[in-house]
C-alpha cells in the first residue's frame, strides 16, 4: 500500500459517484437529477421529487398514483412501537426518539433488512416512506402527551403531516393550501443535498449491508448536530435570544468573530457554497410570502434580516465566504405554521429522507465496496507489558 493522505472532514475528498444532485459551489447551483432548484421548489410537489430522487426520472401521473397508494398500504405502524415511545422521557428530544424509533422498525419490518431484488427495494423505500412521516409526528404528539393520530389514507403525503401533527380526536382536521405549499417548497429544497454529512453516513452505515432503517437512523443522529441540521434549531434560539436582548445584532456579530467565543452566527457558512445559497434565497423570499399570507408578525424575522444584512457588510464574514445557509430562514416559516422549536431538525429529516433513500439506493445497486477509510497511526511505538496495578 503506498501513503497515505489524510483529508481532515474530507473538505478534498470524494466518497462515491453518484447520479443523483449536483451542486456547484461557487456558482450556487443545485439541481435534481438535472432539474434546477428553482423551478423543482416553484411547481413540483414533494412526493413528486422524492420519485424523481429515488427513481431518476419524474413521474407520469400513473406512476405517481401507484406510488402514492403504495406508501399508503403501509401506512400503519406496529402497535407495539408505542410501548417503545411510552419509554422515553417527554423531555426527551424529538430528534433522539426518532433515531431510536426509526432503528426499532427493523424489529418489526425484518423482512426490509435483506432487499436482494427490485421488488424487495422497492416494498423497503414505501414502507420507509411511509412509517417515517407516522413515527416523525409521533416524538411530537408524545411529547405533548396528546393521543397519537394515524395516516389518513383520503389525504396527500405533506397533508398527511399536519393532520398527524394536529388534529384533535373529535374534529376533522385539513390543512390550508398555503400552509401545504409551504411544506412542499420547504420538504423539496431539504430533499438531497449530494454526500453531506447525514448522507455520507447513510451511504457508510449501509455500505455494511445494514438495513435501511438502520441506515436511515444513523442519518437521523448525524443531522441532528447543530453544524448540521440541528442549526435550524440552533437559529431561532439565537435569533429569540437577540430579541430578549433588546435587538443589538452587532453584539452578536462580534461575539461570532471573537476567535475566544465557541459562538458561531448559526444558520451561516457552508463547507461548499463560497458564493451563496441557492436554497437560502428562496427560503427568504418564501418567509416574507408566507409570513404575509398568514398574517403572521414575528419581530425574529426583522432580527433575522437586519442580521443578514449586518453580517454581508462585516469583513469577516466576507472574507470567509459566510452566507446564510438553508437553516438561516426556514425556522420563521415553521414558526409561523405552528411547528415547535424542537420539532425543526425533524422537519428536515422528513425532507432529506428521499434523498437519503436514493443515495442509499444508489449505493447498493452500484454494488459499491464497505466504507473503510485509512488513518495514520500517531501514538506510541512498541512497548513492553509492565502493570501498574
Ligand atoms: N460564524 C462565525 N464564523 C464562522 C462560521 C459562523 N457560522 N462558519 C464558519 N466560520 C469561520 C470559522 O471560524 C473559520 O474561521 P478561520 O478560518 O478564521 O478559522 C472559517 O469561517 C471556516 O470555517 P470552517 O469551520 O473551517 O468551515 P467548515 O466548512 O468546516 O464548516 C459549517 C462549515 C457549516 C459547519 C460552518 O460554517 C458552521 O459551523 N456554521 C454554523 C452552523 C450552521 O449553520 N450549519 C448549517 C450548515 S448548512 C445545512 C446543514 O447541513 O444543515
Not at 104 to 131: G, H, Q, R, W
Not at 280 to 286: C, G, S, T
Request: net charge neutral; with cysteine.
Amino acid at each position: 500500500t503506498g501513503a497515505i493522505t489524510i483529508d481532515p472532514g474530507y473538505k478534498n475528498s470524494g466518497s462515491c459517484k453518484s447520479e443523483i444532485t449536483f451542486l456547484d459551489g461557487e456558482l450556487g447551483i443545485l439541481r435534481y437529477r438535472g432539474y434546477s432548484i428553482e423551478e423543482l421548489a416553484e411547481s413540483a410537489d414533494f412526493l413528486e421529487v422524492s420519485y424523481l430522487l429515488i427513481f431518476g426520472e419524474l413521474p407520469t401521473t400513473e406512476q405517481l398514483e401507484k406510488f402514492e397508494n403504495d406508501i399508503k398500504k403501509h401506512s400503519l405502524v406496529n402497535e407495539e412501537m408505542k410501548s417503545i415511545i411510552d419509554g422515553f422521557p417527554k423531555t426527551a428530544h424529538p430528534m433522539g426518539v426518532l433515531s431510536s424509533l426509526t432503528s426499532a422498525l427493523t424489529a418489526f419490518n425484518p423482512k426490509s433488512v435483506n432487499v436482494d431484488n427490485e421488488k424487495e427495494m422497492y416494498e423497503a423505500i414505501c414502507k420507509t416512506i411511509a412509517k417515517f412521516l407516522v413515527i416523525a409526528t409521533w416524538t411530537y404528539r408524545k411529547s405533548m402527551g396528546y393521543p397519537l393520530n394515524y395516516y389518513d389514507n383520503t389525504q396527500g403525503y405533506v397533508e398527511n403531516f399536519m393532520q398527524l401533527m394536529f388534529k384533535l380526536p373529535t374534529q376533522p382536521y385539513k390543512a390550508s393550501e398555503v400552509v401545504i405549499n409551504a411544506l412542499d417548497k420547504l420538504f423539496i429544497l431539504h430533499a438531497d443535498h449530494e454526500q453531506n454529512c447525514s448522507t455520507s453516513t447513510v451511504r457508510m452505515v449501509g455500505s455494511s449491508h445494514a438495513g435501511l432503517f438502520a441506515s436511515i437512523s444513523a442519518g437521523v443522529s448525524a443531522l441532528w448536530g447543530p453544524l448540521h441540521g440541528g442549526a435550524n434549531q440552533a437559529v431561532l434560539e439565537m435569533l429569540e435570544e437577540i430579541n430578549k436582548d433588546g435587538g443589538d445584532t452587532d453584539k452578536f456579530l462580534a461575539k461570532a468573530k471573537d476567535k475566544n467565543d465557541p459562538f458561531r452566527l448559526m444558520g451561516f457558512g457552508h463547507r461548499v457554497y463560497k458564493n451563496f445559497d441557492p436554497r437560502a434565497k428562496i427560503i427568504k423570499k418564501a418567509a416574507n410570502e408566507v409570513l404575509g399570507t398568514l398574517g403572521v408578525e414575528d419581530p425574529v424575522l426583522e432580527i433575522a434580516k437586519k442580521l443578514e444584512k449586518a453580517a454581508l457588510e462585516d469583513e469577516y464574514f466576507k472574507a470567509r465566504n459566510l452566507y446564510p445557509n438553508v437553516d438561516f430562514y426556514s425556522g420563521i416559516i415553521y414558526r409561523a405554521l405552528g411547528i415547535p422549536t424542537d420539532m425543526f431538525t425533524v422537519m428536515f429529516a422528513i425532507g432529506r429522507l428521499p434523498g437519503w433513500i436514493a443515495q442509499w439506493k444508489e449505493m447498493r445497486e452500484n454494488k459499491e465496496p464497505i466504507g473503510r477509510p485509512r488513518q495514520v497511526y500517531t501514538g506510541h511505538p512498541l512497548r513492553e507489558y509492565k502493570s501498574k496495578k
